[in-house]
């Protein structure tokens, strides 16, 4: 299957500064990508979809000042948490998509767990 | 009403036996269906696809039920591997845009 990479795959921050987190496409180009978020013993929810070019798309009630995302090239989709808070500690997940026999398959990177103290 | 629903469980089968989980959706538009595992604490994992006519994948085995809204995973031979939360994930349109995850339904295997 498709891999995607993220990193870092762990970060501790201090309320007030900003992570950047990187999400990689390694052996295919993706043209779009998804940010989602997963607090503990939920499911994921999309925050936003990261389209190359272009600017993302958010999900309602995803503040788009707050979690910039930077789609510059084919392979590399960037989430920054800006000015992060206790309550931005979650687990983030990218996905990016992959066509296969007429369906689209989400490939997800391995998720960065950040904590903000 | 969430877009996809699944019984968050847990389900706790003995080792060899046979599990089932449903998942409905409320969207007909829903054009392709897919089950995801994952482990505590890690990224989910394509389990399979879910297509019209019923696929099957070793001990796996995936229906679609349009007419009805649900998708279903069958797990016969339970390993103790298979303990994962399962999710049930729906692409509510033909393109990437709009991918829906259940909340998962927790599976656990006791020897």
């Known amino acids: 299957g498709a891999v995607v990479s993220q990193h870092p795959s762990r970060v501790i921050c201090k309320s007030g500064t900003s992570v950047k987190i990187e999400c990689r496409s390694l052996?295919?180009?993706?043209?779009?990508m998804f940010w989602y978020r997963q607090f503990p013993k939920q499911s994921l929810m999309l925050m936003a979809t990261?389209?190359?070019?272009?600017?993302?798309?958010?999900e309602q009630g995803v503040e788009k000042d707050k979690f910039l995302i930077n789609h510059a090239s084919l392979t590399l989709s960037t989430l920054t948490v800006t000015s992060a808070h206790p309550e931005d500690s979650s687990f983030y997940i990218c996905s990016a998509t992959v066509t296969s026999g007429g369906a689209y398959e989400q490939y997800f990177g391995p998720g960065t767990r950040l904590t903000v103290t | 009403r969430k877009e996809v629903e699944q019984d968050p469980g847990p389900f706790n089968v003995p080792e060899g036996a046979t599990v089932a989980f449903n998942c409905t959706y409320s969207?007909?538009?829903?054009?392709?269906f897919f089950w995801y595992r994952q482990d505590c604490r890690k990224e989910p994992k394509l389990l399979m696809s879910v297509y019209s006519s019923g696929n099957e994948d070793g001990r796996f085995t995936a229906q679609l039920n349009r007419a009805s809204q649900y998708i279903s995973l069958l797990i016969r031979d339970s390993k103790l591997s298979d303990s994962a939360t399962y999710l049930c994930?729906?692409?509510?349109?033909?393109?990437?845009?709009?991918?829906?995850f259940g909340s998962g339904t927790r599976l656990s295997i006791r020897p």
């Open positions: 990261s389209n190359e070019g272009s600017k993302a798309t958010y």
């Open positions: 969207n007909s538009a829903s054009q392709s």
């Open positions: 994930v729906v692409n509510r349109y033909s393109s990437a845009s709009k991918i829906i």
């Open positions: 052996d295919f180009q993706a043209t779009t």
